[in-house]
């Protein structure tokens, strides 16, 4: 391991690491990755099986079971303390179970997305894997790549780097070879790339000093950990398990009072409020919500979506905005180049010549743009043999051009600089310009005539680029930013990109969802509009970046949500529209491919890239589409709304009818002069119903509750808890009545009579409230409706069994009792049918 190697010059730190300039070669390679282990933070960050296992135990909910199984021991209930602990083993261990297994699943499917790396191997550039990395490589790194490990640059050309993830600052950092002293900060190492930064422009070549764990980034994360921010689904559920644990801590107090001033036995008195705490956990919810992602995230992938994060499925549900570029997206991404005009309009071979020796010698970013020039040349026989290429200032964000320096073969010393670019940054930097093969001074009214050909041009949906040339004398083999000066502007690309097939039938879909579907684009207002109009949005609700750069931030807030297209954007107002859509209270998605892109993907509720990506982007992203097409995104929202609406269904309909029958158990324990159950038989009670809990998660979900946003609200489950939980102790206190005053049961009988009740109530309660239409309207899911089923079977047998009775404490009920049982399961079932109608419109009101 080299300390300090930023203080080494290129050479020194090619001896001491053994390499050469060509790279490694393969056999040593193999060797170093063999002996260091793979260039992998995650190792480092990974889980072994028995620390997940424990990792599962320290959900409030569950930490109230195994106090009461302790509890229980310490008072030798073993019964009781044994049907504990299988809860919590069964709920723990499904959903360890489940982890583990969506753990491997994810790491399956990130591996398809894994970083890949341009390095020297044997004197040739290969492309092998980042995790294959090794001290001594050369890495070729060019804009929008993701810096693989710690090294030193051996070469860089206008090489500006994004390190904030380490320093903090959050502008580019530019980045040349030279040597430091071995006391400069993190900041102060501009001859240094570390791992966990990214290219933001130019080209850099790099000798691989430190990997995975030994990097800096990877040191950082060992000692503080990677705890991702905590999402609006963890949050509620966090919230709302300490709300049940405040009002199990109420009742637990409550109950156990009351009975001690009734003069009650205080072990008994004390076990039954410990059954009552645990009968209203929801404690299969963390099981329930392992299941219900891993389950989600299989089938997003089998649709061609990968989560990179389980957590945003539910975010992926809740999303009510995307915000999308253009290119690619909405279209087709196979541009065309149409044409090559000088400024007049006609087509001119010679922009064409001039574009093609830009675009052949660029070595940057990647682009189909240049793709495009490239692929149009052989139509009209040029070539690039006859030319030299001497240098080149890369593409960036701010200057929004890319120039080539080239010298013809047969003539030396004579060389060529070619700019092309955007056509206002171009127009701004160009002083002359060439009119029918001469060149003069560019006028005003030139100007003014050339801007009029550019609009128009938009106008009728091409993407317009400007291109320009300058002259340079004898021995001019380097050019610099201040050479971009005084151009001779000679002519302008016109590009076609239509829209995608079909992409104005998803976006009304998108709509029917109750998603708006908003565009961000760099391109000028006019190629905005016009593709914005092919595709179903509104191309007169148009803001551009000028626009925005003079509003307050409460003025973009108000205006953001009214505006169907943004045009252009640059990098830092994308940041600032997601912002101003969150902070009007939407859920906002955000779709990018491109190195800009990368802090509104962190900053979106949901960032979404795809697999073609560059690395920035594709590690910034929350969830990456293998295809780049919204139809997709289309299927995995509704997807993830499946998800979040299978996991709020156990939360409201377990809480609720856990609720009510406490409630019912507290005000029954000192109107009653025996316990109304046994602890042990609350215990079982809630072990038999939770059973059929653990297919909620592939429950069927109704077409119409797919359709809006589904966002978390604790106030919506609380008013669910409370209202269909009361509805559950109104025909508690009635069968309390039936059976004392018209049965009049025995305190045996009694327990009895109410356990089949409660836990029938339970189960048929499940089927009921799973949907908000009639329940014989809404077909449940195979699993959920037959293990509903047997254990409804199970409750009514149980007081038959023989050898229970001494066990659990039950009496046989007469056949007249248990007919009233099922009249009564029957009547709450239907009186919860008549209070769903009412609830939800009521509450589809308030929202």
């Known amino acids: 391991m080299i300390e300090g190697f930023w203080s080494m010059s290129g050479e020194q730190a090619l001896t001491a690491l053994h390499s050469t300039p060509a790279g490694l070669e393969s056999g040593e390679a193999a060797a170093r990755l063999e002996a260091d282990g793979p260039n992998a933070i995650e190792e480092a960050r990974s889980f072994p099986a028995l620390r997940l296992l424990a990792r599962q135990f320290k959900s409030p909910l569950v930490l109230i079971l195994v106090f009461g199984a302790m509890v229980s021991m310490v008072l030798r209930e073993w019964l009781d303390a044994t049907i504990i602990l299988l809860i919590v083993s069964g709920s723990c261990l499904l959903s360890f179970l489940q982890e583990y297994r969506a753990s491997k699943a994810v790491a399956a499917l990130r591996d398809r997305l894994a970083l890949k790396a341009r390095v020297l191997r044997d004197g040739q550039e290969i492309e092998i894997p980042t995790r294959e990395i090794v001290p001594g490589d050369i890495v070729l790194l060019s804009a929008g790549n993701m810096v693989p490990a710690d090294g030193l640059l051996i070469a860089a050309q206008d090489c500006l780097v994004n390190q904030a993830a380490l320093t903090g600052e959050s502008l580019p950092v530019e980045k040349a070879p030279c040597v430091l002293p071995a006391a400069a900060a993190m900041g102060e190492r501009t001859n240094a790339l570390f791992a966990g930064s990214s290219l933001r422009s130019g080209t850099a070549r790099m000798l691989v000093v430190q990997t995975g764990s030994r990097t800096a980034f990877g040191q950082i994360t060992s000692r503080i950990g990677a705890a991702d921010e905590e999402t609006e689904f963890e ?45 209203l956990s929801p404690e299969l919810l ?157 006028l005003d009214e030139d100007r003014r005539r050339i801007e009029a050909l550019f609009e128009e041009k938009g106008k009728a949906g091409f993407r317009v680029l400007a291109v320009a040339e300058r002259q340079f004398s004898t021995g001019h083999d380097r050019v610099t930013h201040e050479d971009e000066a005084d151009l001779t502007l000679i002519g302008l690309l016109l590009f076609l990109d239509p829209p995608k097939e079909g992409v104005e039938r998803t976006i009304r879909d998108l709509r029917d969802l109750g998603i708006t579907t908003k565009m961000i684009s760099g391109d000028n207002r006019h190629v905005a509009a016009h593709v914005a109009a092919q ?195 109104v025909f508690d206190l009635l069968t309390f009545g039936a059976l004392l005053w018209i049965f009049r049961t025995d305190a045996a009988t009694f327990q009895t009579v109410w356990f089949v009740i409660s836990l029938l109530t339970e189960l048929v309660v499940v089927l009921v409230l799973r949907t908000r239409r009639l329940s014989w309207k809404s077909r449940p899911g195979g699993l959920l409706l037959r293990t509903t089923l047997v254990m409804i079977a199970v409750g009514l047998i149980l007081p038959f069994v023989p050898g229970l009775d001494g066990l659990f404490g039950f009496e046989r009920p007469s056949a007249r009792i248990m007919g009233f049982s099922i009249a009564i399961v029957a009547c709450y079932a239907l009186a919860t049918e008549v209070t769903k109608r009412l609830f939800f419109p009521r509450r589809e009101k308030q929202a």
């Open 535 to 729: 595709v179903g949005l509104d191309a007169t609700a148009v803001l551009t970046g000028d626009e925005i750069a003079g509003m307050s931030s409460e003025a973009l807030c108000h205006r953001a949500g009214q505006v169907a297209v943004f045009a252009e954007i640059d990098p830092q107002q994308k940041e600032q529209i997601i912002h101003a859509l969150q902070k009007a209270g939407h859920a906002v998605g955000y779709m990018g491919d491109g190195i800009n892109d990368a802090p509104a993907l962190r900053l979106a509720d949901v960032g979404i890239s795809v697999d073609q990506a560059v690395d920035v982007a594709r590690e910034s992203a929350d969830i990456v589409l293998l295809q780049q097409d919204l139809n997709v995104l289309r299927q995995g929202i509704v997807d993830g709304r499946h998800t979040f609406a299978n996991t709020l269904k156990y939360i409201s309909i377990t809480t609720s009818a856990n609720f009510g029958n406490m409630v019912s158990m507290a005000l029954a324990t000192p109107l009653l002069p025996f316990l109304p159950l046994l602890p042990k038989q609350i215990l079982l009670n809630n072990f038999l119903s939770d059973i059929p809990s653990i297919a909620i998660s592939s429950d069927n979900v109704d077409p119409e509750h797919l359709e809006v946003p589904q966002r978390w609200s604790i106030r919506n489950v609380q008013a669910f808890m409370i209202v269909f939980g009361l509805v559950s102790s």
């Open 235 to 279: 949050r509620g559920v966090r919230t709302f398990g300490m709300m049940l644990v405040r009002v199990m801590i109420v009742m637990v107090l409550a109950v156990l009072t009351v009975n001690q001033l009734m003069d009650r036995p205080f072990v008994e008195s004390l076990l039954f409020a410990v059954a009552l705490a645990v009968g």
């Open 286 to 442: 963390p099981a329930i919500i392992s299941v219900t992602l891993a389950k989600g995230a299989r089938h997003l992938a089998a649709r061609g979506v990968i989560v990179r994060r389980l957590d945003a499925i539910e975010n992926l549900g809740s999303m009510d905005i995307l915000c999308t570029d253009k290119t690619g997206t909405l279209t087709s991404g196979k541009v065309r180049l149409e044409a090559a005009v000088d400024l007049e309009g006609v087509p001119s071979t010679q922009v064409l010549q001039a574009a093609f020796l830009n675009a052949c010698f660029e070595t940057g970013i990647a682009n189909p743009l240049d793709e495009a020039i490239v692929e149009a040349a052989p139509a009209v026989h040029l070539s690039s043999e006859a030319w030299r290429k001497l240098d080149e200032i890369p593409y960036d964000f701010s200057r929004r051009r890319l120039s080539i320096l080239v010298e013809e073969k047969g003539a030396p010393g004579q060389s060529r600089m070619v700019t092309k670019g955007a056509f206002a940054e171009m127009l701004a930097v160009s002083g002359r310009l060439r009119e029918r093969g001469t060149d003069r001074p560019l």
